[in-house]
């Protein structure tokens, strides 16, 4: 028996998705759709869950700092087939290192603001009761750098 694919309006792709109606046609100007984007009667566009799955895979990767370039390459390999897995998991080792590299410096630029945080509730802790209205600016932190 064939398989029936559901028929997606362009409406329905951005709610499912979360990308706008005009996201979407820049991805299709792009050429990141895997498939061509199929047209109904009176030429609107006609999308699967195909499209849905393939489009969910782009949103993770574009949010995870993949540039447009490398994504539609991406595509282009997915639409070629098999036969080129290697360069595919090249494009791929290459993009994982660089979001290894990006969460070293989120989690660098997360301690920093952690022990902002902390400093900051220790004045507040230590200041909400005993300081004065006109109180002096707080003295430098820990590292000789003024508090901010």
């Not at 047209?39 to 799955?53: I, K, L, Q, T």
């Not at 949010?63 to 998991?89: D, F, H, K």
Request: glycine share 8%.
């Amino acid at each position: 028996m064939a398989e029936i694919t559901a028929s997606l309006s362009i409406g329905q792709i951005a709610e499912r998705t979360g990308l706008s109606v005009h996201a979407l046609r820049f991805y299709e100007r792009e050429g990141l759709f895997v498939n061509a984007v199929r047209r109904g009667p009176g030429g609107r566009r006609v999308y699967s869950e195909d499209d849905v799955n393939w489009l969910t895979v782009c949103i993770i990767l574009r949010a995870s700092g993949m540039p447009l370039p490398t994504l539609r390459r991406y595509a282009e390999l997915v639409r070629e087939g098999a036969g080129n897995e290697r360069e595919r998991l090249t494009l791929m080792r290459e993009h994982q290192e660089n979001v290894i590299s990006q969460i070293g410096r989120l989690n660098e630029s997360l301690d920093l603001i952690r022990f902002k945080v902390a400093v900051y509730e220790d004045l507040v802790d230590q200041g909400s009761a005993a300081r004065p209205c006109h109180a002096p600016s707080p003295s430098p932190d820990d590292e000789g750098t003024p508090l901010l």
